[in-house]
Structures are given as structure tokens and as C-alpha cells.
């Protein structure tokens, strides 16, 4: 079981930056490859990021490419979202994942979910 806890979201200007993190309860993190997803409002869920166990190998959606990077640190049992340059449309509710293998991009991939942490971009 692993359990999820997100948090950094919040209220940012456009252009702004956010760093989310996910912390993960638990001795077996590095076991599992994670993940970030969103929901925007009236829309359905997003794949945005996941990393490999080790962190050696990421993905990101196109989208984000060049503005978000995924991290983790498995000495603390944590993953990162590192945001900038953030849009309008970057508003969601920003989800973290783990999942026994790396690079799937759908939710059914994943087996442990966070409660979520909301990010607002205002313009």
C-alpha cells in the first residue's frame, strides 16, 4: 500500500511558476515509477508527466515540454512537478500516481492516487 499527499498548488500569474510536490508514505517508493496527471475543469483527465524509479528517464506532454520537469528524490520519498512559465490553460487539479511500470500514459496504468492539490493560473 502508498499512500499519496500532494501539495504546492495554488494561485499563480501567468508566466508565474508553482512547484508541486508528492509525498509518498512508505519503504517501497523507489519501487514504483510516478506520476502526474490533471483534470481541468469540465474536462476529463490529462496525462502531464511520469519518471522512472530511478529518475534516470522521464516524459512529458507535449504541451508542457520546455516549462514543467518531473524529479524525484527517493531518499525522501518524493516526486516533483516543477512548473514555469505557466498558462491560463495550465489550471487543473494536479494529481500525483505510482505505478509498477514506467511510461504509461493513461490512469488505468496506475495503482495509488493523491487527493490532489489545485493550480490556478489567472492571466
Known amino acids: 500500500q502508498v499512500q499519496l499527499v500532494e501539495s504546492g498548488g495554488g494561485l499563480v500569474q501567468a508566466g508565474g511558476s508553482l512547484r508541486l510536490s508528492c509525498a509518498a508514505s512508505?519503504?517501497?517508493?523507489?519501487?514504483?515509477?510516478m506520476g502526474w496527471f490533471r483534470r481541468a475543469p469540465g474536462k476529463g483527465r490529462e496525462f502531464v508527466a511520469a519518471?522512472?524509479?530511478?529518475?534516470?528517464?522521464?516524459l512529458l506532454l507535449d504541451p508542457v515540454k520546455g516549462r514543467f520537469t518531473i524529479s524525484r528524490d527517493n531518499a525522501k520519498n518524493t516526486v516533483f512537478l516543477q512548473m514555469n512559465s505557466l498558462k491560463p490553460e495550465d489550471t487543473a487539479v494536479y494529481y500525483c500516481?505510482?505505478?509498477?511500470?514506467?511510461?504509461?500514459?493513461?490512469?488505468?496504468?496506475?495503482?495509488?492516487w493523491g487527493q490532489g492539490t489545485q493550480v490556478t493560473v489567472s492571466s
Open positions: 512508505g519503504r517501497t517508493f523507489n519501487s514504483y515509477a
Open positions: 519518471i522512472s524509479r530511478s529518475g534516470g528517464s522521464t
Open positions: 500516481a505510482a505505478s509498477l511500470a514506467f511510461g504509461r500514459m493513461v490512469g488505468e496504468g496506475y495503482d495509488y
